[in-house]
């Protein structure tokens, strides 16, 4: 209820501004529910009805349409917006120039272009918005061991991205909790594989096997996944380089090139039941977490360093 009011009553430069300048208030409005309400009150018919006819904005977020509302065009006569022009010639004042991304996670689905996955993660029965950024080497490092852990959370559906250094985009969608363990475990009910190509190439592959085979492999400084002693995509202990020979998982054919150097590596999670409180972009992080005596003050070292780069300042100055 309070959200409505807010929608109704708030402009969104003040939602932006509030957002912008308090956590609690970020968390609160970063619900795409609140971002639809918005775009329904703010956001006026002929804009939305040109704006749902654009390519770029069928997929979006409604974060993201409003962003795109406000910079494409006026919003006092509906037209397009001209380039480097603070007025427009029916004399309305715009009120963006530029909108700052400072959510994480609709940053990196933005940029790896993970809304072309949409309809295939429907099929599983999950929302692509309601999963929440649990790791990130651009803003977490590169360490397995630090995605893993991050994983561990009580999650039970993940989305694991890997991006190339040729910009192709690929990785595995897993339909049970991630763990260190040194044992197989898993199942490829319900998980699939994708390729989404290269922004200049782009496709989309998707490969399934529902014959509920034990597929992953959480091996020290070594993440498989494939089964029948095959590799369909493996990542080395520093998130360096992926790993992907022909398997049966892949129907005969390769995920990507047999060793690709990676840019990045992301993991987005959902858990059965997920509330819209739920990950928020906060977590507790204990020192229990990195192990205890001989080593406590190397894994405090890391601690400490984990935690300064939880604020995400790097959000805030791209």
């Known amino acids: 209820e309070m959200l409505v009011t807010v929608a109704a009553f ?11 300048t308090c956590r609690t208030l970020k968390n609160l409005f970063g619900h795409d529910s609140f971002w639809h309400l918005l775009y329904s009150g703010h956001v006026s018919q002929n804009i939305r009805k040109q ?28 037209v397009r917006r001209a380039h480097d022009t603070p007025r427009c010639r029916c004399g309305t004042v715009h009120a963006f120039s530029f909108v700052i991304r400072f959510d994480a996670r609709t940053s990196e689905i933005a940029r790896l272009r993970l809304r072309e996955l949409s309809l ?18 651009r803003y977490h490092g590169n360490s397995l ?15 694991l991205v890997c991006e190339g250094c040729n910009r192709q985009v690929f990785g595995a969608f897993l339909n049970f909790p991630l763990r260190r363990c040194c044992r197989a475990y898993g199942s490829t009910t319900g998980s699939f594989l994708f390729d989404l190509g290269t922004p200049g190439h782009p496709h989309l592959r998707v490969f399934r096997h529902d014959g509920g085979i034990v597929c992953a492999h959480s091996a020290p400084d070594v993440f498989h996944l494939g089964f ?21 998982w892949c129907h ?5 090139s047999s060793k690709t150097p990676l840019r990045s590596v992301s993991l987005l999670s959902s858990s059965a039941g997920d509330s819209s409180e739920h990950g928020g972009h906060r977590e507790v992080l204990r020192v229990s977490d990195f192990g205890t005596d001989p080593e406590v003050r190397r894994n ?11 604020i995400n300042l790097r959000d805030y100055f791209a």
């Open 10 to 20: 708030a402009s969104v430069p003040a939602v932006h501004e509030s957002m912008r």
């Open 51 to 78: 704006l749902e006819e654009s390519e770029d904005a069928k997929r979006a977020c409604y974060a993201d349409k409003v962003a795109l509302a406000f910079l494409r065009f006026c919003g006092g006569c509906s």
């Open 120 to 137: 295939e993660l429907c099929i599983g029965g999950v929302e692509l918005w309601a999963m929440q950024l649990r790791f990130a080497s």
């Open 145 to 159: 061991n630090q995605l893993l852990r991050h994983a561990s959370g009580g999650d039970e559906q993940h989305l």
């Open 228 to 248: 029948w002693g095959e590799l369909a995509l493996g990542l080395d202990g520093g998130l360096n380089e992926a790993v992907c020979q022909m398997s049966s």
């Open 252 to 256: 005969g054919a390769s995920l990507a």
């Open 300 to 310: 405090v070292d890391k601690l400490l360093l984990d935690l300064s780069g939880d």
